[in-house]
């Protein structure tokens, strides 16, 4: 391990936004999207480049560098991070990678996406690494075969690094594969956990079964532990008067009404008489007492949770759907009903399946509603 920390002491972070995702598509590149009850996409791309002891990660993003910058600092305090726009590519990259080379003489890159869960075992690939500075990293899904990660000679990347990245869709899905393809560079598939999504179907699916399955991710961050040294883990709780049945959770939640067949995220109260079934409660999310949740995805909430954001006796989803999205018919057609981000739903609204309420719509515009039939959406001025 030692021959290929000297060689390979530098990752770089790549990503791709669907644009399937409505609401969750406010964040850069789908980096900072919740997945499974814990964590973010980035951090199991992360995880797998802090195993081999790489602590220097660029990330190259179109937008919201501070957010992404914020979130990584916090969240992993040990690694060192440098993210980029696309913008900075000519002066500012150029300008780093010149000094880094300088000060750490790195012989080879790893490149990996962060767009998506993709979490490897880097043991399956050592013998590649040890006798190859090239070595494209694939991984399997299901029948198919995703190109997650690249090591690539830094004399390679140097020389090619600005048409790899400045073209218009150089961040594509399969930039890894196109590389591998055009410098001929052999491949090897890893062990690992990789779960790829394209759509909010997908999204919502892979939760699903993660239900039955969560002792995978489990087993995984055992070898792999996906979170930051010195982060702080909270303590959950179940209430005595509470009912739950099929879910996963993560860590500062409180639980007092009935859940079932759902995925909880980090930091969401759910008073007493709630009920949520078959749905994603995304993280900070305050639930009302008497809320009923049915088919949903309720996106992030940011704001103050001391209050519920999902007031006492809202209906959001139902059990079946008499209709798709007016707007959204590509998307939002499998009966699953999304609220966006930061979103108060006002007691006693009632939302069909198959619904949409835009990210940081606001509370006066929903209270003046009593009923959001099957398949409509209430949008932000500047969507409509």
């Not at 993003?61 to 993210?83: A, N, Q, S």
């Not at 399997?140 to 075969?145: C, D, S, T």
């Not at 961040?171 to 779960?195: C, Q, R, T, W």
């Not at 639980?255 to 067949?261: D, H, L, M, P």
Request: proline share 3%; aromatic share 12%.
């Amino acid at each position: 391990m030692a021959l290929i920390k000297s060689r390979l002491n530098i990752g770089l972070i790549i990503g791709e936004n669907s644009h399937n995702f409505l609401s969750f598509d406010e964040y850069a590149e789908h980096f900072l999207l919740p997945f499974s009850p814990r964590f973010c996409n980035i951090d199991f791309s992360i995880s797998s480049l802090n195993s081999i002891g790489i602590k220097h990660i660029v990330i190259f993003v179109r937008r919201d560098k501070d957010i992404v910058l914020d979130y990584l600092v916090r969240g992993w305090p040990d690694m060192r991070f440098y993210v980029f726009d696309y913008i900075d590519i000519k002066e500012k990259f150029t300008e780093f990678l010149s000094d880094f080379s300088k000060d750490y003489v790195p012989e080879r890159v790893i490149i990996m996406k962060g767009n998506y869960p993709i979490w490897f075992h880097i043991d399956s690939i050592k013998p590649h690494l040890l006798k190859s500075l090239n070595v494209g990293i694939k991984t399997r899904y299901g029948n198919k075969i995703l190109y997650c990660g690249l090591v690539l000679d830094m004399k390679i990347f140097l020389r090619k690094y600005e048409s790899f990245f400045m073209e218009e869709s150089s961040l594509d899905v399969d930039l890894i594969e196109k590389i591998v393809k055009e410098f001929s560079i052999p491949s090897v598939e890893a062990n690992g956990y990789v779960m790829p999504f394209n759509s909010l179907r997908e999204y919502y699916d892979v939760h699903m079964g993660m239900i039955k399955d969560y002792l995978t991710l489990d087993k995984f961050n055992a070898y792999i532990p996906i979170r930051g040294n010195t982060s702080i883990v909270n303590s959950s709780m179940i209430g005595k008067g509470a009912h739950v049945k099929n879910i996963i959770f993560g860590e500062n939640v409180e639980i007092n009404g009935v859940v079932e067949n759902s995925v909880i995220f980090s930091n969401v109260k759910i008073r007493r008489h709630a009920i949520i079934k078959n749905s994603l409660i995304l993280p900070g999310n305050h639930i009302g007492s008497n809320a009923v949740i049915i088919n949903s995805i309720i996106d992030e909430y940011s704001g103050d949770s001391s209050q519920p954001n999902i007031e006492s006796h809202a209906v959001i989803g139902s059990e079946s759907a008499s209709r798709v999205n007016d707007n959204f018919s590509e998307i939002l057609n499998f009966g699953v009903t999304l609220i966006g981000k930061d979103v108060r739903i006002p007691s006693g609204l009632k939302v069909g399946a198959n619904c949409f309420i835009d990210s940081f719509v606001s509370y006066p515009l929903l209270k003046s509603r009593k009923v959001l039939r099957d398949g409509s959406s209430i949008l932000n001025k500047g969507n409509n």
